[in-house]
Nanobody
């Protein structure tokens, strides 16, 4: 059982940067591919990024266009999402999730989310 807790969200101005984190408060993320998703009000959940267990593979959603970087520190049981050049349309609740492999069809664990609000 893995319990994921996101942190680091907040209110920032357009063009700013923000680094959000996801830490396992129970269990370990070492054996899981980790991903970030986001969901804005009234919209479907959107894939942001995924990183493999051994950090050699990453994929990003099309709308991230090089502004976001996913990373992980297995020793700290934490995955990060560095977001640069933020836009108002990046406003959403950001969730982290864990699955057994990058190619696995479903996620095993989800966090509760952290709110990111970008003002214009």
């Amino acid at each position: 059982q893995v319990q994921l807790v996101e942190s680091g969200g907040g209110l920032v101005q357009a063009g700013a940067s923000l680094n959000i984190s996801c830490t396992a408060s129970a269990g370990t993320i070492t054996n899981y591919a980790m991903a970030w998703f986001r969901q804005a009000p009234g919209k479907e959940r959107e894939f942001v990024a995924v990183i493999s267990q051994n950090i050699d593979t990453t994929f990003y959603g099309d709308s991230m266009s090089g502004r976001f970087t996913i990373s992980r520190d297995n020793a700290k049981n934490t995955v990060y999402l560095q977001m640069n050049s933020l836009k108002p349309e990046d406003t959403a609740v950001y969730y982290c999730a864990a699955k057994s492999a990058v190619g696995a069809s479903s996620f095993d664990y989800w966090g509760q989310g952290t709110q990111v609000t970008v003002s214009s």
